[in-house]
């Protein structure tokens, strides 16, 4: 019974990393960039929103919907300003670039709100909890879950069944032939991260919902993100999903059999699938 | 007759030069302050660990992001030798060197399935499971860490004989040792990587970072390659590790195994100052150490700035700032670039 309900829990916490993955699923799968600075973006959106709470007085729900059009633009201008630049062969320049903006970010928040703990107030739904008859769960890990599915139903939607997506599997398939039709793989680019910022914004208000954040957090936030992606494969979101699951359920399984080993189990669940499928269990496109 | 040659006349004049430094370098601790020997100390190391970065990502095309996993290693085995098995401390060292070598072994074994990105993911990844790991170890204090004892700091090595020498306290005394220690390594690694690039062993590197099918197209085993310097940078960061944490005689998972500290300043100080170049790192460990003194009581607004100026560094002078003035004036302090010379060429200009 236990294992069931240890199961069930490791499987809702997946969502949680998926839901950190999926912009970086889609920003990866389109233009082969490795964002650094990821984790760090999740928490300053984390912190965006606890603005809005605290100096707005908006309800969480309502400024994570005011801060996703702030963050899509701001994604945008990163990519135009500045992540357009280095895209290249060589995957040094974008690795460093977006490493200093994990620092930059880091230290400006900590700057900014200092290294407090902060929490963004989610009212009943913290402690509420759902008889499911064989286990019970709680509603904002589900919620999370359903929204992590949600949010990856959108993203694959938009990427087989819209125009916007249509360019963007020509241009992660082959940006010079792309451009030949007409796309401009610069502006795809800028789209897909302002994309990637939205999902990175609802990623960040169940983070911020869930457990106590500060500015510090961001890289462990990223580690777990890109085991969910590598684990899934390149280019698949759904995959991603299932990364997220599988980290999150060996993590849960490790702290069942000894609190201290639960990060630990899940590195090293991701060293294990590395070594058996080094491209990841569903790899869509090409590396 | 034709000879090839690395040599330049800006080459041997920085050989002497370096000569000159180092011997006032070692003969420093009779007039320079404490406070000076332990910047200097940490300026050595960092420039150590930055050569070595350099060497994996801007010769090997390495990038890794897990070089911390060796610092930590490296020092928690030198503390292991102290601790556990009663050795001095200087002794411990090679200990750390060794270690960080056991664990590059398996960790490239994993890695090198991994490409690029993946890559440098992958060997975060591992540093970060050998830190939960190394916190589990209670001997050595667990998640909350440990300090040499006072019977094995007291009675390092030589340390009686440098008190006696410069007429200093114990504790003093220990700082000029390990930055004689961090002197040579510092030459050593950079020399031995000077001597690497200029041997068959950099032809065939530079080679295989510039065109990898064409360099295999003439008989470079680039796979051997990747695993050679691999091994060395990790080795040689794990001394260096156990060297950082003999001075400051107390260690933690945390600081051990900090990814900020042992490789993201690694990485400005390479960035800044230009990758690809055994002059840049030098550059950037004095860019570094000027913005840490002078912005040292503004706490984060430090780092703020250096994440700030990589960043710019990276978008508007890839090469950085070496790489500027080496553009400019086509001086290179350390040769490596192999040129026909004979008297028959020189006449023709």
Known sequence: ?287 | MYRLTTRTRAGTATAVAILILVVVGVMLPAFASRSMIQDLFFILTMLTLAQLWNLLAGYGGLVSVGQQAFVGIGAYAMFAGVILLGWDPVWAIPLGGLAAFLLAVPTAFFAFRLQGAYFAIGTWVIAEVTRLLVAQWKALGGGTGTSLPREATRNIIGTDAIQALFGVRDAAARDILAYWLALVLVVLATAGIYWLLRSRLGLALAAVRDNVDAAQSVGVDAGKLKWAVFLIAAAATGLTGALIFMQTARISPDAAFAVTDWTAYVIFIVVIGGIGTIEGPILGVLVFYMLRSVLADYGSWYLMTLGVLAIVIMLFAPTGLWGLISTRSGLHLFPVRRRLTGAKIEGEN
């Not at chain 1, 994570?64 to 633009?73: N, R, T």
């Not at chain 1, 703990?117 to 009212?123: K, L, N, T, V, Y």
């Not at chain 1, 639960?262 to 590396?287: E, T």
Request: zero cysteines; aromatic letters at 10%; glycine letters at 12%.
């Open chain 1, 1 to 287: 019974m236990i294992w069931i309900d240890t199961l069930v829990q490791g499987i809702l916490l997946g969502g949680l990393y998926a839901l950190f993955a999926a912009g970086l699923s889609l920003v990866f799968g389109i233009m082969r960039l490795v964002n650094l600075a990821h984790g760090d973006l999740i928490v300053f959106a984390a912190y965006l929103i606890l603005v809005g709470v605290q100096v707005l007085g908006l309800s969480p729900w309502v400024s994570a919907l005011v801060a996703m059009p702030l963050m899509f633009g701001f994604g945008w201008l990163l990519q135009t300003v500045v992540l357009n630049r280095v895209l290249g062969k060589d995957i040094l320049p974008p690795l460093l670039v977006t490493f200093g903006l994990s620092v930059t970010l880091q230290n400006g928040l900590l700057e900014g709100f200092s290294a407090d703990s902060q929490r963004i107030p989610a009212g009943t739904l913290e402690g509420a909890s759902l008889d499911l008859g064989l286990v019970t769960v709680g509603v904002m890990p589900l919620l999370t879950f359903v929204s992590a599915v949600a949010a990856i139903l959108a993203l694959n939607w938009v990427f087989y069944h819209t125009p916007l997506g249509r360019s963007f599997r020509a241009t992660s398939d082959d940006p010079v032939a792309a451009g030949l039709m007409g796309i401009e793989p610069k502006r795809i680019f800028a789209i897909a991260t302002g994309i990637a910022m939205v999902v990175v914004t609802l990623a960040a208000l169940y983070l911020g919902m869930r457990a106590n954040f500060d500015p510090s957090i961001g890289p462990a936030r990223l580690i777990y993100a890109f085991e969910a992606v590598i684990i899934g494969g390149l280019g698949s979101l759904w995959g991603t999903l299932a990364g997220g699951i599988i980290v999150g359920v060996a993590q849960t399984l490790g702290a069942a059999v000894n609190p201290e080993w639960q990060i630990l189990a899940g590195h090293i669940a991701f060293l294990a699938v590395m070594l058996l499928k080094p491209r990841g269990l569903f790899p869509r496109a090409v590396d």
